[in-house]
């Protein structure tokens, strides 16, 4: 994606969160603290400009653990290029997630 | 194994019962085709939340971050409404209206019209009866009078008696004030100029709960007998007159020859009891010398808190009802009996609003009916393009658009029409206003409060969203009743258009047809009443005759020798005025700005002292010239001269109806009257014709001419204020400056009060009726217009629907004339059911004009028929237009015609 990107704080922490592995809505919420209410409609926008793929868990995993089975997030290509912009303009982001590069979408 | 969209996996059926329910609630907000979906994610993850996380959470986290999935689902539901729905909807109906700009802006204009004045009517109404009046907590104001029918006064006020009896016993107020008018010759560096002003108790300020800006209001100290003279003045008056002097409360001026100190100023607006007040001077009630039958203070009262006014009305009545028993020496019960004399309580703001309530009413009622009609033009417009976008629209539908995307699709396109109509409407509004603020008739009261405001934009954008609601649903419901296959069919080639669409268009004519009527006929009625007022001999020839009014001070003027002095020299200058043929002094002059009546004594007829029942009809002092320049009628005897107050004998004049009412069939040549019981007898020397004073819709009233009278010991009467009347030859308007020079000539302190032409004070007596008249006028004269194309929009229309079937008749030797009475007849009938309908919905609503009417009767067969009439020739053009291009169909042409 080569757009310019800018996003609010808020979205750019949601977005390092998913990529350090931060896949799921609560686990995004206890990572990043942020309040109540504010994480779903980010990702729910992010998701509807094709920067998160959500993705429904594999049903049989789910149903062997015994539990319902799981949405997850992953960053989609533009999403990855909306994370490296997201960091280079909240450069103390990375201070709070070191690794969140590492589950970016593969080449 | 569990299918991918199953609705509860089992596992999430471990989850509390009450978590499920907070999710199956919030799911509600979401669309239905995400709704599955997002009910499993958050299942997931509430499971997840309980199960997973070593420290299991504690139920009531657990229950809030269910809770948390309902903002989720809102703010699902917004952006789809917002992104996905509605804008979607909102930008194509945008584009369809700017791929067809004529019908947008023929609709939008038409939607101004309409709202535009709606909204100009409203602010008005606004304005002037809903606002609240400018004082605090004024729903409990009360006007507060008597009234005693029996002796023909449907208003009395407080006299000095009245006020301290009630001011003592009243129970249901929270303060009581009286006032009156008493305007003032101001007298200063500048010219000497009449002020508006008024005497009231100090109570008043705080009834109003008004506080002075600078210094103080008025304290009862001030209203002692033999107080220093101080007075209160407006904002207005300080900055105009008194230039914003810092130093105001120091200053004392030269009121009617009084000096007095400025105590205080009121704040900017401050105006009681008129708009014009700027003086305020204590009222000073001399309990020593209490005058027991001058009734002539209306009262001011603050209801007490959680009293209602006929609490006020009870307390009042037996108020009066005590006075009336323990003093009957001074309120003799045979004449409290005659009079029905009861407490007259109204809200203040009823007061204030007077009878122009039902005019205003009136018109607004008459612009919505033709916003109704806008309404029902562009609904017809709406049909054919509608129509036009059959095959669209079908299309829409047989791919699968339900009847809600349908409807929005409309709806979307109807509201944007609307708003746009509204926002011109809201810009038509502003010019409306200011036109109607300056052409109103004086008689509105609080027209400095018209305007528009945050409530009139509300009222606009209510008007559009049901205007938009109302035009748009047409199409939508008629949709409603067809079905896909008939409509594709109707689609094609065919031969005659769709029944339903044409009776649907067929309705809203003969509403509109009907609503016109409603209309015409209510402007017909004014037209008649205005027609019969103008016949009303006002009993004088008002053109060509100029009235100054002359308000001598007290102080200056102590008796009726220097007054009389002053009157018949300024009268004297006055008639040698260039181009002035006439001059005249009469106190009161008809249709003008005071009233003089009250009881008269008859030699023939002596009242009953005992009983005090009385003999009552309007008193005039009038100088010799008066009646003569004012050219009422001499029926008998002559007219009164200089000499009839001179001397000892004494010379009257009366009206007709006076003279018929007493001596029926005889002359009242040489009878006598007098004032009071204790003056001395006047002897009638002439009969004069009669005069409308009050108001012309009013039977004439009768009157008592009597001189002015100075020389005699015994009660000289010559009165302080009154009126020069000047005929001239020119434009009278133009002396009203050579008069000003005639009175400063005369005495340089002496200002002018008011100059008017008596034309002027005609035509602002039949204000009310014409500005009615005016505005249903204009109404129903677009109601008409609006009628008559959509008339003509139907007929031209089915005209070229039939276009083939036309072309096949004449192919077939039909007569271009037949063809012609065909299409008109077609007209006539949709015109001549709407005049049925409009004829009885007429009835109905006549009656609200009611008192509007003067000598009409509300079902007038003369104004139904020429208004049928009108409207029958209207429909008659507006079908034959089109029945003309019908008869000039090329049947070659027509048949090949798609």
């Known amino acids: 994606m080569t757009t310019k990107i800018t996003f609010t704080y808020p979205t750019a922490m949601a977005l390092a969160a998913i990529g350090e592995g931060h896949r799921y809505g609560f686990d995004i919420m206890d990572v990043t603290g942020l309040p109540d209410g504010t994480v779903y409609p980010i990702l729910r926008r992010l998701e509807a400009r094709g920067y998160l793929a959500g993705k429904w868990e594999n049903d049989d995993v789910a149903f062997r653990e015994g539990r319902p089975a799981r949405r997850y997030y992953e960053l989609t290509r533009p999403g990855d290029d909306a994370l490296k912009a997201a960091l280079v303009r909240y450069p103390r982001l990375s201070e709070l997630f070191p690794e969140a590069g590492r589950f970016a979408a593969s080449a | 194994m569990n299918p991918p969209n199953s609705p509860v996996t089992p596992a999430a059926s471990r989850l509390p019962i009450a978590l499920r329910r907070v999710l199956a609630l919030g799911s509600w907000w979401v669309p239905r085709s995400r709704r599955q979906a997002w009910r499993r994610e958050w299942e997931a993850e509430l499971f997840h939340a309980a199960h997973t996380d070593a420290s299991a959470e504690p139920p009531r986290r657990l229950l809030r971050r269910a809770l948390w999935s309902h903002l989720d689902a809102l703010w699902i539901f917004q952006e789809e409404l917002t992104m996905t729905r509605l804008l979607a909807d909102i930008r194509l109906a945008f584009r369809s209206l700017r791929r067809s700009p004529t019908f947008t802006v023929v609709a939008v204009l038409t939607l101004a019209l309409g709202i535009g004045a709606n909204t100009a009517i409203f602010s008005v109404v606004n304005g002037v009866l809903l606002k609240p009046l400018a004082y605090p907590d004024s729903d409990e104001l009360l006007s507060f009078n008597f009234t005693a029918p029996g002796i023909g006064y449907p208003v009395i006020p407080f006299s000095d008696d009245f ?29 000497p100029v009449r002020v508006s002003g008024a005497r009231v108790t100090p109570s008043t ?118 006075l009336f028993e323990e003093r009957p020496d001074d309120y003799p019960a045979a004449l409290i009996e005659q009079a029905q004399f009861a407490p007259r309580i109204d809200s203040l703001k009823e007061v204030v609003v007077g009878d122009v309530r039902q005019a205003l009413l009136v018109v607004l009622g008459t612009v919505g009916v033709v916003l109704l009609i806008a309404c029902a033009n562009v609904a017809n417009l709406f049909l054919v393009r509608a129509e036009a976008r059959q095959r669209e629209v079908t299309l829409r539908a047989a791919l699968g658009a339900g009847r809600g995307d349908l409807a929005r699709f409309f709806l979307a396109e109807s509201m944007i029409l609307a708003l746009a109509g509204g926002t011109v409407g809201v810009g038509l509004a502003a010019f409306g206003v200011r036109a109607f603020t300056t052409m109103a008739p004086v008689a509105i009261p609080r027209i400095s409060e018209i305007g528009i405001d945050a409530r009139v934009l509300g009222f606009t954008l209510l008007a559009s969203l049901l205007t938009g609601l109302l035009f748009g649903m047409i199409p939508v419901l008629r949709r409603q009743a067809r079905d896909l296959a008939g409509s594709l069919r109707e689609g094609g080639r065919s031969v005659t258009t769709g029944q339903g669409l044409v009776s649907a268009r067929n309705v809203l004519v003969v509403a509109q047809v009907a609503l016109a009527l409603v209309l015409l006929v209510g402007s017909g009625l004014m037209i008649r009443s205005f027609q019969a007022l103008r016949t009303v001999d006002p009993g004088f020839d008002a053109d060509g005759v100029l009235a100054v009014l002359v308000a001598l001070p ?8 220097q007054r009389l002095a002053f009157w018949t020299e300024v009268r ?37 002292i005992e009983s005090g029942l009385l003999t009552l009809a309007e008193k005039k002092r009038v100088g010799a010239g008066g009646l003569e320049t004012l050219r009422v009628e001499l029926v008998e005897g002559r007219y009164l001269n200089d000499d009839d107050g001179a001397g000892r004998f004494r010379g009257a004049v009366v009206s007709q109806s006076l003279a018929q009412h007493w001596w029926p069939g005889q002359s009242a040549i040489g009878k006598r009257l007098k004032e009071d019981a204790d003056e001395d007898w006047y002897e009638i020397v002439g009969v004069v014709g009669n005069v409308h004073y009050i108001d012309l819709e009013d039977p004439a009233e009768e009157v008592l001419y009597l001189p ?33 020079g005639v009175v400063k000539g005369v005495d340089p302190r002496m200002p002018i009060a008011r100059s008017e032409t008596m034309a002027n004070l005609l035509s602002n007596n039949m204000a009310r009726t014409s500005f009615t008249l005016v505005m249903l006028g204009i109404a129903a004269a677009a109601a008409m217009l609006l009628g008559a194309i959509g008339i003509y929009g139907v007929i031209s229309y089915v005209v070229g629907q039939r276009t083939q079937e036309i072309g096949v008749r004449i192919a077939l030797g039909a007569s271009r004339g037949s063809v012609q009475k065909m299409v008109v007849r077609r007209g006539m009938m949709v015109c001549a059911v709407g005049v049925v309908v409009g004829v009885l919905g007429a009835l109905a609503a006549s009656s609200a004009l009611g008192s509007l009417l003067y000598e009409v009767n509300p079902l007038d067969p003369f104004t139904y028929v020429v208004v049928v009439a009108a409207l029958g020739a209207t429909a008659l053009l507006a079908s034959w237009l089109p029945a003309l291009r019908a008869s000039g169909v090329d049947p070659v042409v027509a048949l090949r015609s798609d």
């Open chain 2, 163 to 191: 006020f301290l009896f009630v001011e003592e016993r009243q129970k249901s107020l929270e303060a009581i004030a009286m006032y009156n008018q008493d305007n003032v010759n101001l007298v200063g560096d500048a010219d």
């Open chain 2, 708 to 740: 002015l009278i100075a020389g005699a010991e015994e009660s000289p009467n010559v009165s302080a204020n009154m009126t020069v009347l000047l005929r001239t030859n020119g434009p009278p308007s133009a002396l009203v400056g050579l008069m000003r």
């Open chain 2, 554 to 561: 007290g102080p200056d003027y102590p008796d009726a020798e």
């Open chain 2, 572 to 608: 004297d200058r006055a008639a040698a005025l260039p181009g002035v043929t006439a001059a005249g002094i009469l106190n009161d002059i008809p249709m003008g700005w005071g009233r003089s009546g009250g009881s008269i004594e008859i030699e023939d007829f002596p009242s009953d």
């Open chain 2, 205 to 322: 300020f705080a009834v109003l709960r008004v506080p002075a800006l600078l210094g103080r209001t008025l304290t009862e100290r001030d209203a002692e007998v033999g107080a220093e003279p101080v007075a209160v003045i407006a904002h207005e008056l300080w900055q105009e007159r008194l230039g914003g002097d810092p130093d105001v409360l120091e200053r004392t001026e030269d009121m009617d020859g009084v000096m007095r100190r400025i105590v205080g100023v009121m704040p900017p607006g401050f105006a009681f009891p008129n708009a014009e007040t700027r003086i305020w001077k204590p009222y000073v009630i001399d309990e020593a010398n209490l005058n027991v039958g001058n009734f002539s203070n209306p009262g001011l009262a603050r209801m007490a808190s959680g009293m209602t006014i006929d609490g006020a009305v009870d307390d009042a009545a037996a108020m009066l009802a005590s």
